[in-house]
């Protein structure tokens, strides 16, 4: 069962940010989901013949690692917000 | 469907329409665009209409039909595009708030090939955001509702995509699925939706929920058209580890016998569909013997947990995928933060809606330690119990059928429901994707209500022509009794 403790600890590794007001709600969701989640701990598998890889010969595709034309780089920034010479802003929040 | 397009399909009808210059691209472009702009406004299809460019694609086919060129089958055909499919100086948000504004600066595999063709773009269309849901209700748009009734929705993620071509505001449409979601809002609006193979086509530009399950399929008014779609969208892609392209060109496959074919039923597809789906299936079964296939029942216990190791496997590559949202790179960004880490929480708090966050919660919490092992691991593992259940069931059969929904069309609002009970309805649909198979929705039959239902057609990886070819039969055979011609669009 998880309670609000574990909801806000979770948030913070998945950086997101827990209004207060929500925070009931979120957990009683929260708590139905990974309970529905938990049904798979009722299976039995077999661990040596039930690899997802081993089943589907799943290989890695290396290739050469070529350089290639890419992109331009204030192209590939164009989309921040402000910013400069491939640099970015954000708001000033330490004193000079 | 009317009878002039059932002997070809419709873009077979219209390209004919076009090299016989009894109607011009850029006159055909504005019949779409003109419709899109009086139904937009109640369907909800279209989050962003793209007219110049479609204007300007439609001349350029007229200028080659007038020098006497021959044109491809694709070409000045009006389409849509999912709004997760990159397109290069197109607005493209995956109906999130966060993205609103980003404007990609390169176009996905499967739209560069397209629009090389001279595809006519009519614009992106709505879905759940970031392809997270069943009913186009988590769009920052607003839902898409479904043209056969409007008190229901167009299905998801891919609503906009359906209710477009439903709704006769575009030929057809590229959609995404990870787990249902092009096959789901096809049987919820009448038509044809396919899941292609994993690999077959290029997930380059597509912006990634869950990369293991992603694939972009097409969604048609037919099955030779959604075969055409098909064909011209699975090549190997380099740009994409794990592109494979396909075997074969579907359509020139489609109408081969399907005597002898083994069709298998497997009961656990079943379990809680409502009565007038079965029924229908059962009316599809029957038209399928007498077309000489041969029916095999079987049981797949393995789907029993096929949800729950979706959710946690999808869950958990989303919470990685979306950690790339921090409002510094592109993309929305909060005013209000005390430090560079509160801005990144405050972004993506204020930035994804509620049902991205609670399935990145899930994604991280199956993630982190302590829970790895009892969650993503076994996930992984029981992915590997379903793909062999499913490897089995096909030494006794060539192709599955099964409901697409076990329901009908939801009514809208429907994403305030409990969240488990929405999860629960991709039941049919999500196997396919832990299996990385091929499948299909077709319509085969309708409602007490005149809803369309859906049946799915299964097939083992790379055997997406001979899902095809069963579906193309059977529309053949049926064709009068599950499709609806709405009223509403462009009528060609």
Same mark, same amino acid.
């Not at chain 1, 589907?56 to 290739?63: D, K, L, R, S, T």
């Not at chain 2, 299809?45 to 020098?67: G, S």
């Not at chain 2, 790895?372 to 192709?399: H, M, N, P, W």
């Given at each position: ?6 909801i806000l600890k979770i948030a913070k590794l998945a950086k997101l940010s827990v ?7 979120l957990?009683?969701d929260m708590?139905?989901i990974i309970?529905?989640a ?59 | ?23 011009? /691209? ?68 995956c109906?999130s708030?966060i ?30 955001e970031f392809a997270m849901g069943?009913?186009?209700?988590t ?69 990634a929920y869950a ?100 959710y946690i496997l999808a869950c958990a590559e989303a919470s990685s995928n979306l950690g790339r949202y921090d ?17 990144i929480s405050?972004t993506r708090s204020e930035g994804f809606g509620k049902e991205v966050q609670r399935r990145i919660l899930l994604g991280t919490y199956v993630l982190s ?50 969240p ?23 319509? /085969? ?48």
């Amino acid at each position: 069962m998880v309670g609000k403790d574990d909801i806000l600890k979770i948030a913070k590794l998945a950086k997101l940010s827990v209004d207060e007001s929500k925070i009931d709600e979120l957990t009683k969701d929260m708590g139905e989901i990974i309970e529905f989640a938990n049904t798979i701990n009722t299976a039995v598998t077999n661990v040596e013949s039930e690899d997802f890889d081993e089943i589907n010969n799943i290989v890695n595709a290396f290739h050469q690692d070529e350089i290639a034309e890419s992109y331009d780089r204030e192209l590939i920034l164009k989309n921040r917000e402000g910013g400069l010479d491939g640099y970015f802003f954000v708001k000033r929040r330490s004193e000079k | 469907m009317p009878e002039k397009i059932k002997k070809t399909g419709k873009i077979k009808y219209i390209n004919k329409l076009l090299t016989d210059k009894e109607i011009s /691209c850029v006159e055909l472009t504005q019949k779409y665009i003109d419709s899109i702009k009086k139904e937009n406004g109640i369907i909800n299809a279209y989050v962003n209409i793209t007219e110049e460019t479609a204007l300007k694609t439609a001349e350029t086919v007229d200028e080659k039909i007038q020098r006497g060129e021959k044109i491809s089958l694709l070409e000045g055909i009006p389409m849509s595009l999912k709004d997760n499919i990159s397109t290069k100086d197109v607005e493209t948000t995956c109906c999130s708030k966060i993205l609103k504004g980003y404007v990609p600066v390169y176009d996905a595999t499967v739209w560069e090939g397209l629009k090389s063709q001279n595809a006519v773009l009519l614009g992106k269309t709505n879905m759940d955001e970031f392809a997270m849901g069943s009913s186009c209700e988590t769009s920052c748009f607003g839902g898409s509702l479904n043209p056969h009734n409007t008190d229901h929705v167009a299905g998801g993620s891919s609503g906009g995509a359906a209710s477009a071509v439903s709704g006769n505001m575009a030929v057809y449409g590229l959609g995404s699925d990870t787990g249902g979601s092009v096959r789901q809002p096809a049987s919820f609006c009448g038509l044809v939706g396919l899941k292609p193979t994993y690999g077959s086509v290029s997930r380059y530009g597509l912006i990634a929920y869950a990369s293991s399950l992603d694939q972009i399929g097409p969604i048609a008014g037919n099955v030779e058209d959604t075969a055409i779609i098909y064909d011209a969208i699975s090549k190997y892609d380099k740009r994409d580890a794990t592109s494979s392209g396909s075997r074969v060109k579907t359509v020139d496959t489609l109408n081969s016998s399907i005597k002898g074919m083994k069709i298998g039923i497997a009961e656990e597809y079943f379990d809680g569909a409502g009565e007038d789906v079965i029924a229908s299936i059962k009316k599809a079964i029957e038209a399928y013997e007498s077309l000489g296939a041969e029916i095999v029942q079987f049981k797949l216990p393995s789907l029993k947990y096929a949800l729950p190791v979706y959710y946690i496997l999808a869950c958990a590559e989303a919470s990685s995928n979306l950690g790339r949202y921090d409002g510094i790179r592109y993309g929305y960004r909060t005013d209000n933060y005390k430090d560079v880490n509160d801005m990144i929480s405050r972004t993506r708090s204020e930035g994804f809606g509620k049902e991205v966050q609670r399935r990145i919660l899930l994604g991280t919490y199956v993630l982190s330690a302590g829970y790895y092992d009892a969650y993503y691991k076994k996930a992984q593992k029981l992915r590997g119990s379903i793909v062999k259940s499913f490897q089995d069931a096909f030494t006794e059969c060539d192709v599955m059928l099964t409901p697409t929904v076990p329901t009908t069309a939801f009514e809208t609002n429907y994403t305030s429901k409990d969240p488990i009970e929405t999860y629960l309805t991709d039941i049919c649909t999500v196997p396919v994707n832990i299996a990385g198979l091929p499948a299909l929705s077709i319509p /085969c039959g309708f409602d007490n209500k005149g809803l369309p239902i859906g049946m799915q057609i299964i097939g083992k990886s790379f055997d997406d022509a001979k899902i095809l070819n069963a579906a193309y039969k059977y529309e053949q055979y049926a064709k009068d009794e599950i499709y609806k011609e709405l009223e509403s669009g462009v009528r060609i």
